[in-house]
């Protein structure tokens, strides 16, 4: 049987893709890996192993640890904050244990990472890009108040699920919104609430192989309901972005359509995303068809998308108390 370990069991990411996995056309063996013994991804897969968490010295050799043992056919990352640590060990690690590991490269994580490296990388592409100057420095913050007007966006340069996103519409709210804040980028209204999208590409060699996009809806920064239809436009806007993005495999991309028309891409997240199982629902399912072309040479194809909305909502979980608690103990 094909063996996968999902980091990050935890985490929205690392979840979707154990959902995406579950629901493939295709039976996997899933290993969860995370370092909170209550996180519920654990309980849904195979079987899991815990770690410390990410920022810890003994975080890589739990993880060559769990290669080691397990011999997985590949490893998809779940969080954020391991990609870096996959991208910059990924050569070593798969020859080592011969594995294949979905990450995209060091370089393309950093300039993804970052809110203003990735407005400066879409306008030295000649893509359309909001711009965009460090929060920091006032005098281009002045300039770009007086060419722009309100409103603006005041976001932390790394962040997601819109944490520290702050909509200003006059210079007082600009004002108290970068005071006291480091890291901050102050930033063009990309456009309407109405006109977001989040799109999944799937990307090898600089060819994009298959690509989504979905018109969203918000709540605390996770897509909470997703529109999937036809739009040819958006499509296209996604696939320019991902050639010249160039990363291995996943990535997802997020947008707004301006009210002057023009696209305005604000994140990009080298991944798989939040979004993936809900793509997966809708016959895209990106995680099955990464791991079917690395591990089986199988080409990916443009599946047919079915039109409709995708709700997503709470569920709950009672976990086995004698796992729950040896997980615990084990931690």
Not at 8 to 33: C, D, H, N, R, T
Not at 123 to 147: C, H, K, Y
Not at 217 to 229: Q, S, V
Not at 246 to 256: V, W
């Amino acid at each position: 049987m094909t063996k996968i370990v999902v980091t990050g069991a935890g985490a929205v990411l690392g979840q979707g893709i154990i959902k995406s996995l579950k629901s493939a056309p295709f039976e996997y063996q899933v290993i969860a890996v995370d370092p909170n013994p209550l996180s519920p991804g654990l309980y849904w897969a195979d079987s899991h192993d815990l770690v410390p968490m990410a920022s810890s010295e003994d975080y890589c050799s739990a993880i060559e640890a769990i290669l080691e043992n397990e011999r997985p056919d590949a490893v998809l990352v779940g969080t954020d904050v391991e990609l870096d640590i996959f991208a910059r060990n990924r050569t070593e690690w798969e020859e080592r244990f011969d594995t294949k590991i979905v990450v995209s490269p060091p370089e393309t994580i950093r300039t993804a990472d970052d809110k203003l490296e990735t407005a400066r990388w879409l306008e030295a592409n000649g893509l359309p890009f909001p711009r965009s100057v460090p929060a920091e420095r006032p005098d281009e913050v002045a300039a770009l108040t007086q060419e722009l007007g309100f409103p603006l966006v005041v976001k932390p340069r790394v962040g997601a699920r819109a944490v520290g996103v702050e909509l200003v519409r006059d210079q007082d709210e600009l004002t108290a919104a970068t005071r006291g804040r480091e890291g901050l980028v102050v930033q063009e209204w990309a456009g309407p609430d109405n006109e977001e999208y989040t799109a999944g590409v799937i990307c090898f060699d600089g060819n994009v192989e298959a690509s989504i996009v979905l018109r969203r809806d918000l709540r605390d920064g996770n897509t909470f309901r997703a529109y999937a239809d036809h739009y040819p436009d958006c499509d296209a806007y996604v696939r320019r972005v991902a050639k010249a993005l160039k990363p291995f495999g996943p990535a997802n991309l997020q947008f707004r359509r301006g009210l002057d028309g023009e696209f305005r891409l604000f994140e990009i997240n080298a991944r798989f995303s939040g979004t993936t199982p809900m793509r997966a629902l809708l016959g895209f399912n990106e995680v099955h068809m990464v791991l079917q072309k690395l591990l089986n040479g199988t080409p990916i194809t443009q599946p047919p998308v079915t039109k409709g909305t995708v709700v997503r909502f709470l569920e709950e979980q009672l976990l086995p108390t004698d796992l729950a608690e040896a997980n615990q103990a084990a931690a």
